[in-house]
């Protein structure tokens, strides 16, 4: 199978940066999109941002301008850089992968174990 581990959040007074980093390991013959999302108090997962197989990047409305995607193609990796942090940013943040693991296999959906973005005021 394939696991993704994040890495990076923590505590950060309002303003300050974090960066959020998420390796994909396993059988792995091709990933396509990976992503990062945020789970709300109501347990929704909402999209944060996205970056497709050929680069192509999307983000919300509300990080536009304070988050970059960015994402390794050798080596897997997908990594989100948090600028501007307000309290409004804080939640757990999963890393999510669409990942085929052989030529022709549909590609399938993994997500990490979640990492916790706190923003203090």
């Known amino acids: 199978q394939v696991q993704l581990v994040e890495s990076g959040g923590g505590l950060v007074q309002a303003g300050g940066s974090l960066r959020l980093s998420c390796k994909a390991s396993?059988?792995?013959?091709?990933?396509?999109?990976m992503g990062w999302y945020r789970q709300t108090p109501g347990n929704q997962r909402v999209l944060v941002a996205f970056?497709?197989?050929?680069?192509?990047?999307a983000y919300d409305d509300s990080v536009k301008g304070r988050f970059a995607i960015s994402r390794d193609f050798a080596k897997n990796t997908v990594s989100l850089q948090m600028n501007s942090l307000t309290p409004q940013d804080a939640d757990v943040y999963y890393c999510?992968?669409?990942?085929?693991?052989?030529?022709?296999?549909?590609?399938?959906?993994?997500w990490g174990q979640g990492t916790q973005v706190t923003v203090s005021s």
């Open positions: 999510h992968a669409r990942v085929q693991h052989f030529r022709g296999e549909d590609y399938r959906d993994y």
């Open positions: 970056i497709n197989s050929d680069g192509r990047t």
């Open positions: 396993g059988n792995i013959f091709s990933t396509d999109v």
